[in-house]
């Protein structure tokens, strides 16, 4: 019998997935093949993709060309530093008129929180959310998920620390959703100014705490944020060097962790701030395996929303 149909237009969030949808999303990227031996096919042969990348990235918009591409499908990668939105047209007439040129789906990167759902309310086509703003980020939690699960055989009864940027960081509340949603147990942790109260309201069953001396020895993986600069963090925290001392993960702290614990960062990473190149580079460093399943995983959030009923 086939599989229903994927019961979502859009991937806007985690927030408004199921479990049963992230466990069909990380099982469809499974059977999609190791990193390293990629399959190829030609399901989206007549599928046109915009990715429509409106803030830098590295490794998103490139893992997602890779996942367009190992899928056949057609794609324009749009410039924005060459584009009319220079002359001042709008975002949402700039999307429209891509929209008009026969798009499928559009893959978006914006700096505003919310950018893709108000898209997804005056466009037909699919949307990808690639990070809007301190929003969310979910195929980055997506992938976050299948390294874990790779690494650990399971998600649900993890410790898993999410540590740094809090505030600011859409990848902490895209893997707030995530992880509580499949029974991990989150600690969120942060200098009381990145840290924000209601954070609790919202995940009643995660640890808020900005002690993360008195939680290491009890986790199982350390998620690594970064201080976002560009969002004002800097002006959030007394120095670097304090930051440093109660919240950076080098080898004397992660040597009171668990000996089986894990470290990932969703990058790009500030080496000596919240991670010293030595733990970057250690075997317990998941972070280029999160990289590597960032295709896979990207290849089954576009193939399932394809795959949906209201395609
Ligand atoms: N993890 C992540 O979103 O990285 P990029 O900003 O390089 O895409």
Redesign the pocket.
């Known amino acids: 019998m086939p599989p229903p149909p994927f019961p979502h237009h859009h991937l806007l969030g985690i927030e408004s997935l199921t479990s049963e949808d992230i466990y069909r999303i990380l099982d469809l990227a499974k059977s999609l093949g190791a990193p390293s031996e990629p399959k190829f096919s030609h399901v989206l042969k007549d599928r046109l993709i915009i990715n429509l990348f409106l803030e ?6 490139t893992s997602f060309e890779i996942a367009e591409r190992r899928l056949g499908a057609h794609i324009v990668n749009f410039d924005v530093e060459s584009s009319s939105s220079k002359k001042g047209e709008t975002l949402l007439d700039t999307a429209l008129n891509l929209e008009a040129t026969g798009a499928d789906m559009m893959v978006i990167r914006h700096s505003a929180p919310g950018v893709p759902h108000f898209l997804s309310r005056h466009l037909g086509c699919h949307l990808i959310n690639a ?1 809007d703003g301190s929003h969310e ?1 979910p195929t ?1 939690a997506l992938l976050d998920a299948y390294t874990l699960r790779e690494h650990f055989g399971k998600i649900e009864g993890l410790r898993i620390a999410i540590v740094g940027d809090i505030r600011n960081s859409r990848v902490a509340r895209s893997n707030a959703w995530l992880l509580t949603k499949l029974g991990a147990h989150v600690s969120l942790v942060a200098p009381p100014t990145l840290l924000p109260k209601e954070l609790q309201t919202i995940w009643p069953e995660a640890q808020l705490t900005s002690d993360l001396d008195r939680i290491l020895p009890h986790q199982d993986a350390f998620i690594m944020l970064r201080i976002q600069t560009e969002r004002g963090t800097n002006t959030l925290i007394p120095t670097r060097k304090e930051y440093v001392e109660f919240y950076q993960m080098n080898s004397e702290r992660f040597a009171r962790a668990l000996k089986t614990a894990v470290i990932m960062h ?3 990473v500030n080496h000596g701030v919240e991670l010293t190149s030595e733990l970057f580079n250690d075997p317990r460093s998941l972070i280029l395996k999160q990289v590597a399943f960032g295709v896979p995983i990207r290849m089954a959030v576009i193939q399932l929303l394809f795959a949906s009923r209201t395609n």
Request: glycine share 24%; aromatic share 0%.
């Open positions: 830098g990235s590295t490794r998103t918009r990070g980020h980055q969703p990058g790009p």
